[in-house]
């Protein structure tokens, strides 16, 4: 079956599981998605989400808030057509060498404006990466494959397991849950210490190189 990415709801039942805490006795629901949520912006660190976005041309502008995080290309489409690529900026006196990416803003040079039109509906295309959107509602889907789906739970489960370690009051709370209660302290370190491994392994293997 093709594989399809689990909801906030189905992905905090998983991670619930792999700490031992089905019930949400010692992670309530929201410290569950904070783990959750760490894991997706770690893992955006490493293999963030391939993107082209195109940007409408809007009158007499030259900055363009866009989702694009870290672009390697950008080409002006006039009229629906190719018309040509534009070079990024290397000048660090001026901004009309390229284009810029900075602050969630891309700028382009002022001297591409007056060819641009708002009625042939000209759009900048930006090739690049950006990160994935963290999960706020329960029917919210991860993005990503099942690849994705198991590194985001790893990383969860590292932090949970992290802060038991480093939380005497939370680990006493986890080993009332029927089957952690034969768990001791020197035993919790050695599975934060396995799962600190697990999530380095996984780290190198998704890293993806991103062009420039």
């Known amino acids: 079956m093709p594989y399809t990415p689990p909801s906030?709801?189905?992905?905090?039942?998983?991670?619930?599981?792999?700490?031992?805490?089905?019930?949400?006795k010692t992670f309530s629901t929201t410290e569950v998605n904070d783990l959750i949520n760490a894991?997706?912006?770690?893992?955006?660190?490493?293999?963030?989400v391939e993107s082209l976005q195109s940007v409408v041309f809007q009158g007499n502008q030259a900055e363009y808030p866009v989702a694009v995080t870290d672009a390697f290309r950008v080409e002006l489409y006039v009229d629906?057509?190719?018309?040509?690529?534009?070079p990024p900026n290397t000048d660090d006196d001026s901004a009309q060498g390229g284009w810029d990416l900075f602050g969630g803003m891309l700028h382009v040079p002022w001297s591409l404006v007056p060819r641009l039109s708002e009625d042939t509906?000209?759009?900048?295309?930006?090739?690049?990466?950006?990160?994935r959107s963290t999960l706020?509602?329960?029917?919210?889907?991860l993005e990503g494959d099942a690849d994705i789906e198991q590194s985001v739970r790893t990383y969860a489960l590292l932090e949970g397991y992290q802060r038991?370690?480093?939380?005497?009051?939370?680990?006493?709370?986890w080993v009332q849950t029927p089957g952690n209660s034969d768990v001791s302290p020197t035993?919790?370190?050695?599975f934060a210490q396995t799962y600190e491994s697990q999530w380095q392994r996984i780290r190198q293997q998704m890293r993806k190189?991103?062009?420039?």
């Open 8 to 24: 906030l709801a189905t992905l905090r039942a998983s991670v619930a599981r792999d700490l031992r805490d089905p019930t949400y």
């Open 39 to 48: 894991g997706i912006v770690e893992v955006s660190r490493v293999a963030p």
């Open 80 to 86: 629906g057509e190719y018309n040509a690529t534009i």
């Open 121 to 131: 509906q000209d759009t900048f295309r930006v090739w690049g990466y950006r990160n």
């Open 136 to 141: 706020s509602a329960d029917n919210e889907s």
């Open 164 to 173: 038991l370690v480093n939380s005497r009051a939370l680990f006493q709370q």
């Open 187 to 190: 035993q919790l370190m050695g």
């Open 209 to 212: 190189l991103r062009r420039r």
